[in-house]
């Protein structure tokens, strides 16, 4: 069964920084794409970063870019969202995704971690 868990979300200080971990068990980590999304209640969810199997594509929304930076472990199936310099329209819901191209049904999500930005 695959599990994907999110970790580190919380209330921060517009400025502040946190760091979302998001650790994978139930598949072969080092195949997937690895995706961080949001959502805001009412809207839908939107794509934050996402990081392929080797580290060797990775992609921004233009919204975070030169803010958050997402990066893996494969020897420890993890994969980390560092949110920099955040931004009252940053809170949102953040979840996991692992999805691996070419094979129909494999892709996988966490049950989110709530990330709060406001003084």
């Known amino acids: 069964q695959v599990q994907l868990v999110e970790s580190g979300g919380g209330l921060v200080q517009p400025g502040g920084s946190l760091r979302l971990s998001c650790a994978a068990s139930?598949?072969?980590?080092?195949?997937?794409?690895m995706n961080w999304y949001r959502q805001v209640l009412g809207k839908e969810r939107e794509l934050v970063a996402r990081i392929s199997s080797r580290s060797v594509t990775i992609n921004y929304a233009d919204f975070v870019k030169g803010r958050f930076i997402i990066s893996r472990d494969n020897a420890k199936n993890t994969v980390y969202l560092q949110m920099n310099s955040l931004k009252p329209e940053d809170t949102a819901v953040y979840y996991c995704n692992a999805k691996r191209s070419g094979y129909p049904g494999t892709d996988y999500w966490g049950q989110g971690t709530q990330v709060t930005v406001s003084s």
């Open positions: 139930g598949l072969t980590f080092g195949s997937y794409y």
